[in-house]
């Protein structure tokens, strides 16, 4: 594992000690099964913010509200999150992955590398597929900003978008107009950037 997930290593098992469950998620998780670059590590967990403000010395606070705290472990940076859910469920790793936007970033990874994957998301890594955790509608009616996402995916990592989900933009781009400039131009600017952008904006 990078350097990255060593340090990751550390807060789970911490967490763990502590009664908590947890688990490295996300674009990390990705990225390593894609033989990509690792930037950032996140982790979801059991624990309130709270908890982990309580277990770990060096946090700051920039989503608590949202079920976000940063922990810093050497040099690094870590957002460990609250399991997400929704209404009416009881918050555990299968609840989160099934609220993310995109199926290869709702993949979980423990401590020691083995693969979390309540859904058989991995196939879609596998078989190079943007594809939306679920429902397109739903994921892209929580946030806009997914569908420009959606495509910066493809720009950067050359993967293609799955038949419904790039039919559901089509027919929900309009939403952009509520999303800020500012997280708009972020999306674009990446997407330019990427290495297939020629596909992305096909």
Do not use: W
Not at 13 to 22: I, S
Not at 71 to 97: A, H, M, Q, W
Not at 108 to 130: C, H, R, Y
């Amino acid at each position: 594992m990078s350097d990255l997930f060593q340090g990751g290593k550390k807060i789970i098992q911490t967490l763990k000690q502590a009664g908590y469950e947890a688990y490295f998620v996300g674009g990390a998780v990705r990225d390593k099964f894609i033989g990509r670059p690792i930037n950032d590590v996140d982790i979801a967990t059991s624990a309130t913010t709270a908890d982990v403000i309580r277990l770990f010395p060096k946090t700051i606070s920039v989503g608590a509200e949202h079920g976000t705290v940063m922990v810093k472990i050497g040099n690094n940076f870590y957002e460990v999150s609250t399991f997400r859910c929704k209404e009416n469920e009881s918050p555990t790793i299968r609840t989160d992955l099934s609220c993310r936007d995109f199926t290869i970033n709702a993949l979980a990874m423990t401590e020691d590398g083995g693969l979390v994957d309540p859904f058989q998301f991995k196939n879609d890594i596998d078989q190079k597929i943007i594809r939306a955790v679920h429902s397109p509608h739903e994921r892209f009616k929580e946030d806009p900003l997914r569908m420009l996402r959606a495509i910066r995916f493809v720009s950067q990592l050359g993967f293609t978008l799955e038949a419904k989900t790039k039919q559901t933009i089509s027919e929900m781009y309009g939403l952009l107009a509520n999303v800020a400039k500012e997280r708009i131009t972020t999306e674009f600017e990446k997407i330019l950037l990427g290495r297939e952008v020629r596909k992305a904006l096909l």
